[in-house]
């Protein structure tokens, strides 16, 4: 098979790999496309070191299965699937309660070194992390189920209902499918802080309200009728934070689900003083990627317009350099295999 391999900073380039064998708990899956995540995009420019020379990166996956190991059940050949990347030890205390992601054994698929990720054209998964999707679909739409069940998992963390007003900070993709989440859960008053025109406008064509921060003041009265009491804060920096203490209410919860900076500067009084509570959300449970796998396989029209570029593997490290470099403005670009064809 071919595969799109790490191989240092800044370096990427398409290789023949041996085709993975699938094992007994296993299923190998016929990649049909997979979306760069900042995370990938991260890893590939180094700023991270979390990405090691000769690793397979990948983990927005929707496939087909091909077949499973010796002596184990699972989807029927030819199924539509996408995969939960994230592997726990199913055993702990989080994992027996369902906190799945608070596992502290858990490995990410595409992100571990040792576990081959899906920037190639076949993957190999435990059996138990596939999940069926619809075959009514676009196919491609399965390419979001990963990045939309981490939005979904942050308003679940912020035990966000309709009553809330929510807040978002930051309309990247993953502010993008913190937005979706407020949809499913019937949250109607949501106001969405970003900084790129382009992502405002996008935002707009999926019917939410959005502005440049230097007018959050003014739109988050106009919108939300008054600060809100949920946010999340898809960016993870000082300036973001900071966006979410000023216009949040007196015992709001903060989510804080974006990693754009390892260590922040908190304002203690406004916690303390305002009783207000900050969460971390980290990936997903897996019955949030789950249920979101559900949704998407329901058919969810509003999802054509967050893929706005497909690419051969074959260019995909010139899809990476030109991301790293910002001369690509693309939403979420998907590489796509010849069996997506």
């Known amino acids: 098979m071919n595969a799109l391999v790490f191989e240092g900073p800044r370096q990427m380039a398409l290789m023949p790999r041996p085709d993975p064998i699938p094992e007994a708990g296993e299923t190998l899956i016929d990649v049909l496309g997979t979306g760069i995540c900042g995370s990938?995009?991260?890893?590939?420019?180094?700023?991270?070191?979390?990405?090691?020379?000769?690793?397979?990166?990948?983990?927005?996956?929707?496939?087909?299965?091909?077949?499973?190991?010796?002596?184990?059940?699972?989807?029927?050949?030819?199924?539509?699937?996408?995969?939960?990347?994230?592997?726990?030890?199913?055993?702990?205390?989080?994992?027996?309660?369902?906190?799945?992601?608070?596992?502290?054994?858990?490995?990410?698929?595409?992100?571990?070194?040792?576990?081959?990720?899906?920037f190639a054209d076949s993957i190999v998964v435990p059996v138990g992390n596939v999940v069926s999707l619809s075959d009514s679909i676009p196919p491609l739409h399965g390419t979001l189920v990963e990045p939309l069940a981490v939005g979904y998992n942050a308003l679940d963390r912020a035990t966000a209902t309709p009553d809330d007003r929510v807040l978002i900070v930051g309309g990247g993709p993953i502010g993008q499918a913190c937005a979706l989440a407020t949809r499913r859960l019937g949250i109607g008053r949501v106001l969405v802080s970003e900084i790129v025109e382009d992502r405002r406008t996008l935002l707009g064509k999926l019917g939410f309200e959005?502005?440049?921060?230097?007018?959050?003041?003014?739109?988050?009265?106009?919108?939300?009728?008054?600060?809100?009491?949920?946010?999340?804060?898809?960016?993870?920096?000082?300036?973001?934070?900071?966006?979410?203490?000023?216009?949040?209410?007196?015992?709001?919860?903060?989510?804080?689900v974006g990693m754009g900076a390892r260590r922040l500067s908190l304002p203690a009084y406004s916690i303390s003083v305002g009783e207000r509570t900050l969460v971390g959300s980290y990936c997903y449970t897996e019955d949030n990627f789950r249920s979101t796998a559900d949704w998407v396989s329901a058919g969810q029209d509003a999802l054509d317009v967050l893929i706005d570029t497909t690419v051969p593997l074959a260019e995909g490290a010139e899809a990476f350099r030109s991301l790293a470099e910002g001369t690509s403005f693309s939403n979420k670009i998907v590489l796509t295999s010849e069996q997506a064809a």
């Open 40 to 118: 990938d995009l991260h890893g590939y420019t180094g700023s991270t070191g979390r990405r090691f020379a000769g690793q397979i990166m990948g983990h927005e996956t929707v496939g087909r299965v091909r077949r499973h190991g010796p002596n184990t059940d699972g989807p029927s050949p030819g199924t539509l699937v996408t995969f939960n990347p994230l592997i726990s030890c199913r055993r702990c205390e989080h994992c027996r309660i369902g906190a799945t992601n608070a596992c502290e054994k858990h490995r990410v698929i595409g992100v571990d070194p040792a576990l081959d990720g899906s």
């Open 210 to 256: 959005t502005t440049p921060p230097d007018l959050l003041t003014d739109r988050i009265d106009e919108v939300l009728g008054g600060p809100a009491t949920k946010v999340i804060d898809a960016v993870g920096i000082d300036a973001s934070l900071e966006d979410a203490f000023d216009h949040s209410t007196r015992r709001s919860v903060i989510v804080l």
